[in-house]
Protein backbone atom coordinates (compact mmCIF):
# COMPACT_ATOMS: atom_id res chain seq x y z
CA UNK A 1 0.00 0.00 0.00
CA UNK A 2 1.25 3.37 -0.99
CA UNK A 3 2.10 5.91 2.19
CA UNK A 4 -0.66 8.15 3.21
CA UNK A 5 -0.28 12.07 2.73
CA UNK A 6 2.23 13.81 5.10
CA UNK A 7 1.93 17.56 5.89
CA UNK A 8 5.26 19.48 4.60
CA UNK A 9 6.66 23.41 5.39
CA UNK A 10 8.26 26.25 3.79
CA UNK A 11 9.37 28.62 6.30
CA UNK A 12 11.61 27.67 9.77
CA UNK A 13 11.99 29.78 12.70
CA UNK A 14 14.30 30.60 15.59
CA UNK A 15 12.68 32.74 18.18
CA UNK A 16 10.52 33.48 15.43
CA UNK A 17 12.55 34.58 12.95
CA UNK A 18 14.31 32.82 10.18
CA UNK A 19 17.94 32.47 9.57
CA UNK A 20 19.46 35.75 8.79
CA UNK A 21 16.75 37.78 10.19
CA UNK A 22 16.70 39.04 13.57
CA UNK A 23 19.79 39.41 16.00
CA UNK A 24 22.19 37.40 15.89
CA UNK A 25 23.29 35.51 19.63
CA UNK A 26 26.12 37.77 20.58
CA UNK A 27 28.90 36.08 22.55
CA UNK A 28 32.44 36.50 23.89
CA UNK A 29 35.26 33.94 24.15
CA UNK A 30 35.60 32.23 27.04
CA UNK A 31 31.88 32.56 27.98
CA UNK A 32 30.03 29.50 28.94
CA UNK A 33 26.41 29.91 27.62
CA UNK A 34 23.23 27.86 28.66
CA UNK A 35 20.70 27.24 26.10
CA UNK A 36 17.24 26.33 26.68
CA UNK A 37 15.65 25.11 23.40
CA UNK A 38 12.59 23.47 22.96
CA UNK A 39 11.12 22.18 19.98
CA UNK A 40 7.70 24.05 19.54
CA UNK A 41 6.80 22.81 16.08
CA UNK A 42 3.66 20.43 15.80
CA UNK A 43 5.11 18.20 13.04
CA UNK A 44 8.71 18.21 12.80
CA UNK A 45 11.91 16.83 14.34
CA UNK A 46 15.10 18.92 14.91
CA UNK A 47 18.68 18.72 14.95
CA UNK A 48 20.65 21.63 16.13
CA UNK A 49 24.68 22.25 15.59
CA UNK A 50 26.78 24.89 15.95
CA UNK A 51 30.00 24.64 14.01
CA UNK A 52 33.19 24.41 15.71
CA UNK A 53 31.66 23.85 19.08
CA UNK A 54 29.63 21.13 21.76
CA UNK A 55 27.06 21.20 23.88
CA UNK A 56 27.14 19.52 27.18
CA UNK A 57 23.75 18.52 27.70
CA UNK A 58 22.51 19.06 31.40
CA UNK A 59 18.60 18.98 31.33
CA UNK A 60 16.13 17.67 29.65
CA UNK A 61 12.49 18.26 29.48
CA UNK A 62 13.33 20.90 32.58
CA UNK A 63 14.57 17.64 34.62
CA UNK A 64 18.56 17.51 35.45
CA UNK A 65 20.35 14.67 34.25
CA UNK A 66 22.52 12.00 35.96
CA UNK A 67 25.58 13.40 34.31
CA UNK A 68 26.75 16.07 32.06
CA UNK A 69 27.34 14.66 28.64
CA UNK A 70 29.01 16.27 25.69
CA UNK A 71 27.44 15.82 22.09
CA UNK A 72 28.24 17.34 18.55
CA UNK A 73 24.56 18.45 18.10
CA UNK A 74 21.56 17.72 19.55
CA UNK A 75 17.96 16.39 18.26
CA UNK A 76 14.63 16.98 19.27
CA UNK A 77 10.97 15.35 19.16
CA UNK A 78 7.85 17.77 19.09
CA UNK A 79 7.30 19.87 22.22
CA UNK A 80 11.04 17.81 23.64
CA UNK A 81 13.20 20.18 25.44
CA UNK A 82 16.61 20.56 26.06
CA UNK A 83 19.46 22.59 28.66
CA UNK A 84 22.94 22.70 27.48
CA UNK A 85 26.07 24.74 27.68
CA UNK A 86 28.22 25.95 25.17
CA UNK A 87 31.59 26.98 25.79
CA UNK A 88 32.38 29.69 23.26
CA UNK A 89 35.74 28.42 22.57
CA UNK A 90 35.78 29.16 18.58
CA UNK A 91 35.98 32.57 17.66
CA UNK A 92 34.23 33.60 14.45
CA UNK A 93 30.93 34.15 13.08
CA UNK A 94 28.66 30.89 12.65
CA UNK A 95 25.11 29.17 12.12
CA UNK A 96 23.83 27.14 14.48
CA UNK A 97 21.06 25.39 12.88
CA UNK A 98 19.77 22.39 11.34
CA UNK A 99 22.02 19.98 9.71
CA UNK A 100 19.68 19.20 7.24
CA UNK A 101 20.47 21.43 4.23
CA UNK A 102 17.27 22.10 3.22
CA UNK A 103 15.21 22.87 6.47
CA UNK A 104 18.31 24.74 7.35
CA UNK A 105 18.40 27.02 3.59
CA UNK A 106 14.02 27.37 4.72
CA UNK A 107 15.07 29.89 7.62
CA UNK A 108 15.60 26.62 10.76
CA UNK A 109 18.91 29.07 12.31
CA UNK A 110 20.57 31.83 13.82
CA UNK A 111 24.05 33.58 13.64
CA UNK A 112 26.12 33.46 16.86
CA UNK A 113 28.10 36.37 16.43
CA UNK A 114 31.62 36.50 18.73
CA UNK A 115 32.39 40.22 20.09
CA UNK A 116 35.00 41.71 17.88
CA UNK A 117 34.05 39.65 14.62
CA UNK A 118 31.86 40.43 11.47
CA UNK A 119 31.12 39.16 8.40
CA UNK A 120 28.69 36.81 6.44
CA UNK A 121 28.12 33.37 8.84
CA UNK A 122 29.64 29.96 8.28
CA UNK A 123 28.42 27.29 8.44
CA UNK A 124 30.37 23.60 8.55
CA UNK A 125 28.37 20.28 9.02
CA UNK A 126 28.97 18.25 12.18
CA UNK A 127 30.67 14.70 11.56
CA UNK A 128 27.79 12.34 11.48
CA UNK A 129 26.14 11.14 14.91
CA UNK A 130 23.87 8.60 16.79
CA UNK A 131 21.36 10.19 19.14
CA UNK A 132 20.82 7.48 22.13
CA UNK A 133 19.16 8.56 25.04
CA UNK A 134 20.79 5.79 27.21
CA UNK A 135 23.98 7.70 26.81
CA UNK A 136 22.81 10.54 29.65
CA UNK A 137 21.81 7.97 32.29
CA UNK A 138 23.10 5.85 33.95
CA UNK A 139 23.95 2.06 33.15
CA UNK A 140 22.57 -0.22 36.05
CA UNK A 141 20.94 -3.53 36.30
CA UNK A 142 17.40 -4.00 35.49
CA UNK A 143 15.30 -1.73 36.56
CA UNK A 144 13.27 -2.33 40.03
CA UNK A 145 10.35 -4.95 39.00
CA UNK A 146 7.60 -2.71 37.85
CA UNK A 147 3.91 -3.33 39.92
CA UNK A 148 2.44 -3.63 36.22
CA UNK A 149 2.93 -3.25 32.41
CA UNK A 150 1.40 -2.07 29.48
CA UNK A 151 2.57 -3.61 26.36
CA UNK A 152 1.99 -1.20 23.78
CA UNK A 153 2.29 -1.55 19.92
CA UNK A 154 1.87 1.25 17.92
CA UNK A 155 1.15 0.77 14.09
CA UNK A 156 0.29 2.11 11.01
CA UNK A 157 -2.79 1.83 8.45
CA UNK A 158 -1.34 2.92 5.33
CA UNK A 159 -3.81 5.75 3.65
CA UNK A 160 -6.54 4.64 5.36
CA UNK A 161 -8.45 7.94 6.29
CA UNK A 162 -9.01 9.81 3.18
CA UNK A 163 -5.53 9.18 1.92
CA UNK A 164 -3.74 9.64 5.21
CA UNK A 165 -2.24 7.31 7.42
CA UNK A 166 -4.43 5.43 10.35
CA UNK A 167 -2.31 5.13 13.46
CA UNK A 168 -3.46 2.54 16.20
CA UNK A 169 -2.43 1.58 19.51
CA UNK A 170 -2.91 -2.07 20.36
CA UNK A 171 -4.88 -1.95 17.31
CA UNK A 172 -7.40 0.55 18.47
CA UNK A 173 -7.77 4.26 16.72
CA UNK A 174 -8.86 7.38 19.10
CA UNK A 175 -12.01 8.17 17.54
CA UNK A 176 -12.10 11.21 15.63
CA UNK A 177 -15.57 12.18 16.28
CA UNK A 178 -15.20 11.71 20.47
CA UNK A 179 -13.48 14.38 22.86
CA UNK A 180 -12.96 11.40 25.27
CA UNK A 181 -12.84 8.04 24.73
CA UNK A 182 -13.14 4.91 26.72
CA UNK A 183 -9.99 4.67 28.67
CA UNK A 184 -7.73 1.76 27.74
CA UNK A 185 -5.59 1.82 30.96
CA UNK A 186 -6.25 1.84 34.11
CA UNK A 187 -4.15 2.55 37.19
CA UNK A 188 -4.69 2.77 40.85
CA UNK A 189 -2.68 5.64 42.78
CA UNK A 190 0.84 5.07 44.07
CA UNK A 191 1.47 2.35 41.75
CA UNK A 192 4.49 1.85 39.51
CA UNK A 193 4.18 1.39 36.06
CA UNK A 194 5.92 0.13 32.82
CA UNK A 195 5.28 1.12 29.51
CA UNK A 196 6.74 -1.35 27.12
CA UNK A 197 6.12 0.36 24.12
CA UNK A 198 7.07 -1.03 20.26
CA UNK A 199 7.11 0.88 17.26
CA UNK A 200 6.05 -1.38 14.16
CA UNK A 201 6.27 1.54 11.91
CA UNK A 202 9.30 3.34 10.20
CA UNK A 203 7.99 6.39 11.41
CA UNK A 204 9.79 8.40 14.79
CA UNK A 205 7.08 9.21 17.11
CA UNK A 206 7.75 11.35 19.90
CA UNK A 207 5.71 9.80 22.99
CA UNK A 208 3.91 12.21 25.36
CA UNK A 209 2.52 11.40 28.72
CA UNK A 210 0.13 14.20 30.06
CA UNK A 211 0.52 14.89 34.11
CA UNK A 212 3.34 12.57 34.73
CA UNK A 213 7.27 12.05 34.69
CA UNK A 214 8.68 9.04 33.79
CA UNK A 215 12.27 7.29 33.84
CA UNK A 216 13.81 6.04 30.86
CA UNK A 217 14.63 2.70 31.99
CA UNK A 218 15.47 0.23 28.38
CA UNK A 219 16.25 2.01 24.71
CA UNK A 220 17.22 -0.30 22.42
CA UNK A 221 18.17 -2.97 24.30
CA UNK A 222 20.15 -0.75 26.61
CA UNK A 223 19.12 -0.25 29.67
CA UNK A 224 19.95 3.09 31.65
CA UNK A 225 18.29 5.13 34.60
CA UNK A 226 17.63 8.90 36.45
CA UNK A 227 16.87 10.12 32.68
CA UNK A 228 13.10 11.48 33.99
CA UNK A 229 11.18 13.08 30.86
CA UNK A 230 7.91 13.40 29.61
CA UNK A 231 8.07 12.97 26.15
CA UNK A 232 10.56 9.97 24.45
CA UNK A 233 11.14 9.86 20.48
CA UNK A 234 10.55 5.52 19.55
CA UNK A 235 12.49 5.14 16.37
CA UNK A 236 10.91 3.05 13.85
CA UNK A 237 10.83 -0.61 14.34
CA UNK A 238 12.56 0.15 17.97
CA UNK A 239 11.45 -0.11 21.32
CA UNK A 240 11.75 1.68 24.43
CA UNK A 241 10.31 0.94 28.08
CA UNK A 242 9.53 3.83 30.42
CA UNK A 243 8.77 3.66 34.36
CA UNK A 244 6.47 5.76 35.95
CA UNK A 245 4.49 6.38 39.75
CA UNK A 246 0.77 7.05 39.81
CA UNK A 247 1.14 10.30 41.57
CA UNK A 248 -1.58 12.15 39.72
CA UNK A 249 -5.26 10.97 39.88
CA UNK A 250 -7.61 11.98 37.34
CA UNK A 251 -7.86 10.94 33.10
CA UNK A 252 -5.13 11.65 31.64
CA UNK A 253 -4.17 11.28 27.53
CA UNK A 254 -1.13 9.61 26.20
CA UNK A 255 -0.38 10.10 22.64
CA UNK A 256 2.72 10.58 20.17
CA UNK A 257 3.09 14.38 19.51
CA UNK A 258 3.31 14.72 15.87
CA UNK A 259 -0.20 16.87 14.98
CA UNK A 260 -0.95 14.26 12.36
CA UNK A 261 -0.43 11.04 13.91
CA UNK A 262 -3.03 12.62 16.72
CA UNK A 263 -5.22 14.18 14.53
CA UNK A 264 -5.36 10.42 12.88
CA UNK A 265 -5.61 8.22 16.00
CA UNK A 266 -2.55 8.30 17.74
CA UNK A 267 -3.89 8.73 21.39
CA UNK A 268 -5.13 6.70 24.47
CA UNK A 269 -6.10 7.45 27.58
CA UNK A 270 -5.39 6.17 30.94
CA UNK A 271 -7.89 6.71 34.40
CA UNK A 272 -7.45 5.63 38.15
CA UNK A 273 -9.35 3.19 39.69
Known amino acids: MPKGYEVGYDAFTING ?12 KGE ?5 ILNGSAGEIRSLALPGHTFSVIAMDGNPLPKSVRVPGLWLGTAERISAVVEMNHPGVWIMGD ?34 YASFGQVQLPAQAPDEVFDMMFAKDNAAV ?4 RWTINGVAYPSDQMMAIPLFHLREGKRYRLR ?5 DDIHPIHLHRHTFELTKVAGRQTSG ?8 GGYQEVEVDFTADNPGLTLFHCHQQLHMDHGFMSLFDYA
Not at 17 to 28: A, C, I, T
Not at 100 to 120: C, F, L, P, Q, T
Not at 162 to 165: A, H, L, R, T, Y
Not at 227 to 234: A, E, F, G, Q, T
Open 17 to 28: RMLGHGEPVRVK
Open 32 to 36: RVLFH
Open 99 to 132: VGDDDRHHGMGIVVEYAGYKGKAQWVAPKPFKWN
Open 162 to 165: EGFN
Open 197 to 201: MRNAS
Open 227 to 234: VMKDVVMV
